[in-house]
C-alpha cells in the first residue's frame, strides 16, 4: 500500500475513535445516565488529566525502548479494550477512573500521531512541509465522520430511518442500550487502528542526545522559567483560559442543541434529531479557516489573529445562548461556523508565537507546555469549573437553563478578550510570517 495512504489511513482513524463519542459525552451523562453537572464536570476532566501524565512518560519509551508504530499500536489498542467497559459503569465516580485509564492511553497518541507521519515521511524522502497538511486534513475528516456514525447509530430517534436498524443491531450483539453504541464503535475502529499500526514501516527509538535528557527537560520543567518573562507567563495563562472555553463547546454542544427535544415545537425537529450532525459544521469549518491563517498572519501579525481568536468565542457561545431550531437556526449554524476561526487562530498563530519568541534549547519544551497549558489545565478548569456553575446556578427541576449558560460563557469570553488586548504586549514581526512558511 501507498505510504501516503497508509498515514492517511491513520490520521483519519486517529480522531474518529476519539469523535465518536467526545461531543457526545454530556449527553449520555445527563441524560442517559443522570449526572449532575459537577459529576460530569469531574468525568470530563479525564482528558486534561491524561494530557498532563501521560505523553512524557510515552515520549521516553519512544525515545528509548520501543519502535514509534508500535507503541502507537499498542496504545490504541489498549484504549480499545478500555472503552468496552465503560458501557456497563453506571457510577460517575467509577466510570472517572476507568475513563482515566483510557485518556492516559489515549492522550499521548496525540502527539505520537504527528512524530510518527513525520518520521516515516522523512525516511522516505517525502517533503514533510508539502505532504502533511493533505494528510492530516484527514484526521478532521474522521472526527466528522465519527460525529455522524454516533448520531445515526447510537441514538433512540436517528434522523436516518436506516440508523435504527443497524444501531438496533449492534445494541442487540453488545446487549446495552443503543446509547452506549458509540463507545463499541470506537473501540472496534481502535483496535483496527492498533493492528493497521503494526504494518507502517519500522520507527526505531533514537539514539540522538534526546535520549539523555534530565527528567526536568522530559517533563518540560525546563520551559517553566518562561513564566519569569511577563509576556510568556500572560500568554501561557490566557491559554490555559482558552484551553477551558474550547472544552465547553466539547462538553455541551450536543446535549444543549439535544435538550430542545423538551420543547414540543422543536422536538421532532432535523436539528433536534442530529445535534451531532449539525455540530460537524464546526470540524467542516475548521479545515475551511486553517487555509486562512498565512492570509490573516501576513497581514494582522500574530497578536491580532490571536484577539480574532478571542472575539470569535464571544460569538459561538453568544449565537448559542440565542439560537433555536427553528427561528434563530440561523445562529446555531453561525456558531458552528465561526468555531473553525475561534479553535484554529489561537493554536496556531499561539504556537508560532512559542516557536519564534523562544530559545531553540528548549523550544519544544515550550511547545509542550503550551500543550499543557491548553488541553491539560486548561481542559480541567473548564470541565470542574464549569460542572460547578452549571449545578449551582442553572440546573432547575424543569431542567437546565442553556440561554442563560451560554451568556454566562459569552461573558468570560469576553471578559478574557479585553485582558488579552490590555495586558498582552507584542509587536508585529514579519519573520514571524517568515517561520510559518518555512
Request: net charge positive; charged share 10%; hydrophobic share 50%.
Amino acid at each position: 500500500m501507498n505510504i501516503k495512504l497508509k498515514l492517511t489511513i491513520v490520521s483519519f482513524l486517529q480522531l474518529f475513535v476519539w469523535g465518536a463519542w467526545l461531543t457526545t459525552l454530556a449527553s449520555y451523562g445527563f441524560g442517559f445516565k443522570q449526572w449532575s453537572g459537577a459529576e460530569f464536570g469531574i468525568v470530563f476532566s479525564t482528558l486534561g488529566l491524561g494530557s498532563i501524565i501521560m505523553p512524557p512518560i510515552s515520549g521516553i519509551i519512544a525515545d528509548k525502548y520501543l519502535n514509534l508504530e508500535k507503541l502507537y499500536g499498542i496504545h490504541h489498542i489498549l484504549y480499545g479494550v478500555i472503552l468496552l467497559f465503560l458501557p456497563a459503569i453506571d457510577s460517575p465516580s467509577t466510570f472517572f477512573w476507568v475513563l482515566l485509564i483510557g485518556m492516559m492511553f489515549y492522550m499521548p497518541t496525540l502527539s505520537l500521531s504527528n512524530s510518527l507521519s513525520y518520521a516515516v515521511l522523512k525516511k522516505f524522502n517525502f517533503n514533510v512541509i508539502k505532504d502533511y497538511p493533505p494528510i492530516r486534513v484527514w484526521g478532521t475528516i474522521g472526527f466528522i465522520v465519527a460525529m455522524w456514525c454516533t448520531n445515526i447509530f447510537s441514538n433512540v430517534n436517528p434522523p436516518f430511518s436506516f440508523g435504527i436498524g443497524i444501531g438496533k443491531t449492534i445494541a442487540s450483539i453488545t446487549n446495552m442500550p443503543v446509547e452506549c453504541n458509540q463507545f463499541y464503535i470506537a473501540s472496534f475502529f481502535a483496535f483496527a487502528l492498533g493492528i493497521f499500526s503494526f504494518t507502517l514501516p519500522k520507527i526505531e527509538p533514537t539514539k540522538d542526545e534526546s535520549t539523555n535528557k534530565t527528567l526536568s527537560q522530559i517533563f518540560g520543567l525546563d520551559a517553566f522559567k518562561l513564566f519569569k518573562q511577563s509576556k510568556m507567563a500572560m500568554f501561557f495563562v490566557f491559554s490555559m483560559f482558552l484551553g477551558a472555553a474550547l472544552q465547553l463547546t466539547n462538553m455541551y454542544g450536543e446535549t444543549y442543541i439535544h435538550d430542545f427535544k423538551n420543547v414540543p415545537e422543536y422536538a421532532n425537529t432535523f436539528v433536534v434529531k442530529s445535534a451531532n450532525i449539525v455540530l460537524s459544521i464546526s470540524q467542516i469549518s475548521e479545515t475551511i479557516f486553517i487555509l486562512a491563517i498565512p492570509f490573516f498572519l501576513r497581514r494582522y501579525g500574530i497578536k491580532k489573529v490571536m484577539l480574532f481568536s478571542l472575539i470569535a468565542w464571544v460569538f459561538r457561545f453568544g449565537f448559542f445562548a440565542y439560537g433555536d431550531p427553528i427561528g434563530s437556526l440561523w445562529m446555531i449554524i453561525m456558531s458552528n461556523i465561526v468555531y473553525g476561526l475561534a479553535f484554529d487562530f489561537f493554536n496556531i498563530s499561539g504556537s508560532l508565537f512559542v516557536e519564534t519568541t523562544t530559545d531553540s534549547k528548549i523550544r519544544s519544551s515550550a511547545q509542550g507546555l503550551f500543550m499543557m497549558m491548553t488541553n491539560g489545565f486548561g481542559a480541567i478548569l473548564g470541565s470542574l469549573g464549569s460542572g460547578f456553575l452549571i449545578d449551582t446556578y442553572f440546573t432547575t427541576p424543569e431542567g437546565k437553563d442553556w440561554h442563560n449558560i451560554w451568556l454566562t460563557f459569552a461573558i468570560y469570553a469576553l471578559i478574557i478578550t479585553v485582558a488579552f488586548a490590555v495586558l498582552f504586549k507584542h509587536k508585529h514581526d514579519p519573520k514571524d510570517v517568515e517561520a510559518f512558511n518555512h
